[in-house]
């Protein structure tokens, strides 16, 4: 009887300390499961308060034509301060460049694209915590705990050790009991690899001099570019013709007042005002070659909108003096000097190329003698200037040396007849040739 209680009281222990184990679990979990949804809390309100600070930034309309554009650079990144109105980002569309700029003081919190991604307008592109700008983040600030994450899991990072590989003995030092001797003499036999002989292929001859190559994806602009000049292949029925004018007063004329105009009004004299100039009077005379075919219909300007191609890293563009007619030489040598330095700059807006009813490209201030310029699309003609050469020509029934620059014209057929493109760049050149007329000319 004796030994039913012992053992009946021993039952009895073991039940009630396993009750209390058990007790003692489900505290712990509890406490831990109170630890966590409290951190949760906190980390919930943490990001609540800066969500209701944060400003979204999205991608600005850029125009009427332009939805879409590739995300070039970021200016600034993550944690970095910015002032109102600093650059932040820059997106580039197939016309011009947009820069995409904080709307208050603060630090961006977070880029929500990529460089080189697709954005299109109205898409979120990175998110501005509001705040004093041009400060950058102290190194104590950034070494601050992270109040999302729980104190525990903080501690644990700091006490924790890591695990040991499996097959170590801790209180061995880290030595795996080793095996017996014969199974050690089994593996290094059969572990000897087979000697497999091989014939290699034999190496191909290596090509003298560096074969390497370089792929850069094309930004938009040139793909527009691109597409532009096909179009214009295909639409238009082009035909060129070329004439030669000697320049010989016209570059006296220059010479004797390029200080004085420069003195005077800040603007360096060149030849693009004479042969904008000349090819508004001309126009004038001629207005099939200031015309455009919208659908079944002829359209006469009135005007004379010119666009100048200028050479930009990206590509050629071609930004527009409005009413050229009405601008003398003075006038619109400082809109060209204007429109090429926003050129250059990157900083032409789309209201500076749109439009155009005629073009002058000079492709001789890059030493071209000949060439056959490309329709600018709708416009009806395109002039080309080139290179100034000393060349022998008669005059008087003299041989002499003058300087020779060669012209070309190339126009729409479909517009304009040969007779009229022929007469329009006699015109030009004789205006060039003696700038007087210029002045006798009426607008």
């Not at 191609?309 to 009405?326: D, F, I, M, Y």
Request: hydrophobic share 35%; net charge neutral; glycine share 6%.
């Amino acid at each position: 009887m004796l030994s039913k209680r012992v053992i009946a009281a021993a039952r009895s222990s073991a039940f009630l300390a396993s009750r209390n184990a058990r007790c003692h679990d489900t505290a712990v979990s509890l406490s831990k499961g109170w630890k966590v949804a409290d951190s949760q809390m906190r980390r919930a309100q943490f990001h609540s308060s800066h969500l209701l600070q944060a400003e979204t930034v999205k991608v600005p309309q850029m125009a009427e034509s332009i939805s879409e554009g590739t995300l070039r650079s970021w200016s600034k990144q993550v944690g970095d301060s910015v002032e109102a109105d600093e650059e932040v980002a820059t997106i580039e569309t197939d016309k011009i460049d947009v820069s995409v700029n904080a709307p208050k003081s603060g630090k961006i919190v977070e880029l929500l694209a990529k460089e080189e991604d697709t954005v299109s307008v109205g898409q979120d592109l990175f998110i501005i915590e509001p705040g004093e700008g041009g400060a950058s983040p102290s190194p104590q600030e950034q070494k601050k705990v992270d109040p999302e994450e729980p104190k525990d899991q903080q501690l644990d990072k700091t006490t924790s050790e890591p695990p040991a590989p499996s097959g170590v003995d801790k209180q061995s030092g880290g030595i795996p009991p080793e095996g017996p001797k014969e199974s050690k003499k089994e593996v290094k036999q059969d572990s000897k690899p087979k000697e497999v002989k091989s014939k290699a292929p034999p190496a191909a001859p290596k090509a003298p001099g560096n074969r390497g190559e370089t792929r850069v994806k094309m930004n938009r602009m040139r793909l527009r570019i691109a597409e532009r000049l096909k179009e214009s292949q295909n639409a238009a029925a082009s035909l060129t013709t070329f004439n030669e004018i000697d320049m010989s007063s016209l570059m006296e004329m220059r010479k004797k007042y390029k200080d004085e105009v420069l003195k005077e009004h800040d603007v360096k004299l060149g030849f693009m005002s004479a042969f904008a100039r000349a090819c508004a009077l001309a126009l004038k005379e001629i207005p099939a070659a200031n015309a455009s075919i919208e659908g079944d219909e002829i359209v006469y300007h009135d005007y004379v909108d010119l666009s100048v191609a200028v050479a930009t890293p990206k590509g050629l563009v071609t930004p527009v003096v409005r009413n050229a007619e009405s601008m003398g030489f003075v006038d619109i040598e400082k809109e060209i000097a204007a429109l090429g330095t926003k050129a250059r700059d990157g900083k032409l807006t789309l209201e500076d190329m749109a439009g155009g009813t005629f073009t002058i490209s000079n492709g001789g201030v890059f030493g071209s003698l000949y060439g056959t310029p490309i329709i600018n699309l709708p416009q009806s003609a395109v002039l080309g200037m080139h290179a100034i050469k000393d060349r022998p020509v008669v005059v008087n029934g003299q041989i002499v040396i003058r300087p020779i620059m060669v012209v070309a014209l190339t126009y729409d057929h479909r517009l304009l007849d040969g007779r009229e493109a022929v007469t329009f760049l006699v015109k030009v050149r004789d205006y060039i040739e003696d700038p007087r007329k210029m002045l006798l000319a009426l607008n």
